[in-house]
């Protein structure tokens, strides 16, 4: 018993387990049990019933999105695996969130070819993030050449040839993606890249600029006459954060799988399409459940993206019979490919893998049987008390002792508790003012604005982009078959 209470310390070696038996049952594999069984007891209205411990989880789950900056932004050395991605996505949401409040107000030209421009460069901005490797950064002469000349060029254009901007714009960033393909081509032929280049960047781009050619005045001609409704552009980008969130915690659940399947000390895996089928096989069943079933609720508390979200649940009670007996199938599948692995590969005798999958799927069950807000919030609390405590986890190993380069986070984590709870509390204050003064707490009070917004607005898509910064550094910071990431684990 002593042992599974006893946390080792961080230089000592935890065999399976994360960081020992109790804390991984209770912050892993049944973290939703902490929000989910209190909320039982309550009614259904949040505001009415359980409006506080509403609030506290919502702010919790806001904090946890926070907890990888530190690592990220004060220890260079881990600033130096990705230079790129780490300064020009995070600048890219930035830019979204500083300009979003105001988009309402402005209409957009329906313009194929300029719509066909913003894809392309969009396509752009990813290839060169993929590119940026920690042992292989991408070289800024790679970038000057692909990006300056013709950008440069298409923006000079564009002045007299105002009315082709938008094809100017498409042949420029087609030149920068074949351009930045080449390099790597001609580096991974001498042995320096990483990645052999597919071109399909290039491609997809000349099939928008060959549209734009042939078709891009009849495509246009049948766009909205008033221009392109910014509203909607900003639900899609809504509906989109929504979506990339609800996948972000199913795959840290699987990271979590992975992270004991490379802890298991056994020679023989389970393979990786197990434990993601046994996180993400639920989705097509909530599908074909939850949407019919919880219509009204559901546009009730996504109005920002009722453009989009109204087709798919048409679409999804449509299809309802079909999807129903094939969604409950697959999670029968799931469960079995996922008990048959592991008998073979563990015997049924890895503790911590098994109980992350039975709390897993009994969390998956939930939604099936209890008010899907319920279920969502112990999803998020779940999923931000596993991040956090994963995070606890991982720098207590890696700060256990002074490391050369001398990380800032190294030192401020020499009085962990004292960090922590600072900064846990810091941003609690901070989010419970800027989002709910005024609005739950202190009803009677003016609410606080910033510029011509409240901060309820800007809050709200701090929180759409700033998660689209976590779910994007989280995709590929912790991979498990990283050596940087598995040496702390």
């Not at 991408?138 to 082709?164: D, E, N, Q, R």
């Not at 900003?234 to 989109?240: K, L, N, P, T």
Request: charged share 15%.
């Amino acid at each position: 018993m002593s042992t599974f209470w006893h946390i080792p310390p961080a230089d000592q070696p935890v065999a399976r387990w994360s960081v020992s038996p109790a804390v991984d049952l209770a912050a892993y594999a049944f973290s939703w049990v902490w929000i989910l069984v209190p909320l039982l007891f309550f009614g259904p209205d949040r505001k009415e019933d359980y409006l506080y411990l509403y609030m506290a989880s919502i702010v919790l789950i806001d904090i946890h999105r926070h907890y990888g900056l530190p690592y990220v932004y004060m220890d260079r050395q881990v600033t130096a695996r990705f230079p790129l991605r780490f300064v020009l996505f995070p600048t890219a949401m930035f830019v979204g969130f500083a300009i979003t409040p105001y988009m309402k107000h402005w209409t957009l030209r329906a313009d194929f070819e300029a719509i066909g421009a913003i894809v392309a460069g969009v396509l752009v901005f990813f290839q060169i993030l993929r590119r940026d490797q920690n042992d292989k950064p991408i070289p800024w002469k790679h970038l000057g050449w692909a990006l300056v000349p013709g950008c440069v060029l298409a923006g000079l254009l564009s002045v007299w040839m105002s009315h082709a901007a938008g094809l100017l714009w498409l042949v420029a960033f087609w030149v920068a993606s074949l351009v930045l393909d080449w390099c790597m081509w001609r580096d991974h032929d001498e042995g320096e890249g990483l990645f052999k280049p597919t071109f399909i960047n290039p491609l997809l781009i000349t099939v928008l600029a060959l549209a734009a050619i042939f078709f891009g005045q009849t495509i246009s001609q049948n766009m909205p006459k008033g221009g392109l409704s910014t509203r909607n552009i900003i639900s899609a980008i809504v509906v989109f954060a929504v979506g990339w969130n609800i996948w972000h915690v199913y795959m840290q659940k699987y990271g979590i799988m992975r992270m004991y399947n490379a802890k298991s000390g056994n020679k023989d895996k389970v393979p990786g399409w197990v434990d993601r089928l046994l996180v993400l096989g639920w989705l097509p069943l909530y599908m074909a459940w939850l949407g019919p079933r919880y219509g009204d609720l559901i546009r009730e508390n996504f109005k920002k993206g009722t453009g989009v979200v109204e087709p798919m649940l048409k679409f999804f009670t449509m299809a309802q019979p079909v999807l129903l007996p094939l969604g409950i199938a697959l999670v029968i599948f799931a469960v079995g490919a996922f008990v048959h692995h592991e008998r073979r590969a563990n015997g049924l005798r890895n503790a911590p893998r098994l109980f992350m999958g039975i709390g897993t799927t009994l969390l998956s069950a939930t939604f099936l049987f209890v008010d899907p807000i319920k279920a969502y919030i112990a999803y998020g609390v779940s999923h931000a008390i596993e991040y956090m405590v994963f995070v606890w986890a991982y720098q207590r190993r890696r700060y256990q002792a002074p490391l050369s380069h001398k990380p800032v986070l190294g030192q401020i984590l020499r009085h962990p508790l004292v960090a922590y709870l600072g900064f846990t509390l810091v941003l609690a204050l901070a989010f419970f003012y800027l989002k709910y003064y005024g609005k739950y707490i202190f009803t009677d009070e003016q609410r606080p604005r910033f510029l011509d917004f409240k901060t309820t607005t800007w809050f709200f898509y701090w929180t759409v982009y700033q998660s689209m910064v976590h779910f994007y550094f989280d995709g590929f910071l912790w991979k498990m078959r990283l050596p940087a990431t598995r040496a702390h684990i």
